[in-house]
C-alpha cells in the first residue's frame, strides 16, 4: 500500500495567518491527491482534489499544488471555522490511503 | 440534492456479524464508485472498501475474507456485511462516493454519511 505522511502533526494559528500543510507520499500518485477538513463528531469533507483542484462551495482561501510525492495545503487567512483537522488522500492506487491528519487549532 | 445516510450501526459481541446500509438520493449508486470509510475512536481515516460501477470490489487487507460490500439498485443503497468482528473493528462507518477520475485515478470521496457507530465489545 501507499503510505501517506503529514507534517505538521498539529499546529497553533491565529485568526489570519497564512497556514501551510505538507502531504508525503510512498511512491508517485500523479495529482490524485485529495485534502479534506473534519470537524469534531463530523464526516469529512472535501476540500480539494486532483492536488489542486477546489471543490465546489469551498472558499478561495484554499488552495492546494505538488505532483509526485510532495503535496501541499494552503490556508490564506484563516477564519475561525478553520479550526479543524486536515486529511490527505490518495487516490491512485485500488487501496485508498489517508495521511493521519493535521490539527489546527487556536493560538 | 446529493446525499449519503448510513443504518445498521450498533453494539455487537466478538465474532458476530452486522450488516450496515447507505441510502442514497440524487445520484445512482450502480453507475458510480462507492466506498465504505471508517474511523476508530480518537483515530485517523481508514479505507474499508470499494465497488466499481461494474461491481468489481476491492477490501483493505485488515477486512478482507470477513467484510462483503454489495449495492442494491432497486433501492439505490450500499451495503457492508461485516463478520467475524473483532474489538479493532470498532469504529464510525462513513460511506461516500468515490468520484471517478480522467484517468486511472479519482477525484476524491463526495459527498460522505453522516456516519454510524460500530463497536465490538463484550
Known amino acids: 500500500d501507499i503510505q501517506m505522511t503529514q507534517s505538521p502533526s498539529s499546529l497553533s494559528a491565529s485568526v489570519g495567518d497564512r497556514v501551510t500543510i505538507t502531504c508525503r507520499t510512498s511512491?508517485?500518485?500523479?495529482?490524485?491527491l485529495n485534502w479534506y477538513q473534519q470537524k469534531p463528531g463530523k464526516a469529512p469533507k472535501l476540500l480539494i482534489y486532483?492536488?489542486?483542484s477546489l471543490q465546489s462551495g469551498v472558499p478561495s482561501r484554499f488552495s492546494g499544488s505538488g505532483s509526485g510525492t510532495d503535496f501541499t495545503l494552503t490556508v490564506s487567512g484563516l477564519q475561525p471555522e478553520d479550526f479543524a483537522t486536515y486529511y490527505c488522500?490518495?487516490?491512485?492506487?485500488?487501496?485508498?490511503?489517508f495521511g493521519p491528519g493535521t490539527k489546527v487549532d487556536i493560538k | 440534492e446529493v446525499q449519503l445516510m448510513e443504518s445498521g450501526g450498533g453494539l455487537i459481541q466478538p465474532g458476530g456479524s452486522l450488516r450496515l446500509s447507505c441510502a442514497a438520493s440524487?445520484?445512482?449508486?450502480?453507475?458510480?464508485?462507492m466506498s465504505w470509510v471508517r474511523q476508530a475512536p480518537g483515530k485517523g481515516l481508514e479505507w474499508v472498501s470499494i465497488i466499481y460501477s461494474d461491481g468489481n470490489t476491492d477490501y483493505a487487507d485488515s477486512v478482507k475474507g470477513r467484510f462483503t460490500i454489495s449495492r442494491d439498485k432497486s433501492k439505490n443503497t450500499l451495503y457492508l456485511e461485516m463478520n467475524s468482528l473483532r474489538a479493532e473493528d470498532t469504529a464510525v462507518y462513513y460511506c461516500?462516493?468515490?468520484?471517478?477520475?480522467?484517468?486511472?485515478?479519482?477525484?476524491?470521496?463526495?459527498?460522505w454519511g453522516q456516519g454510524t457507530l460500530v463497536m465490538v465489545s463484550s
Open positions: 511512491q508517485s500518485i500523479s495529482t490524485y
Open positions: 461516500a462516493r468515490d468520484r471517478e477520475g480522467l484517468g486511472t485515478g479519482t477525484f476524491g470521496f463526495d459527498p
Open positions: 440524487g445520484f445512482t449508486v450502480t453507475t458510480n464508485y
Open positions: 486532483d492536488a489542486s
Open positions: 488522500q490518495q487516490s491512485y492506487a485500488t487501496a485508498r490511503t
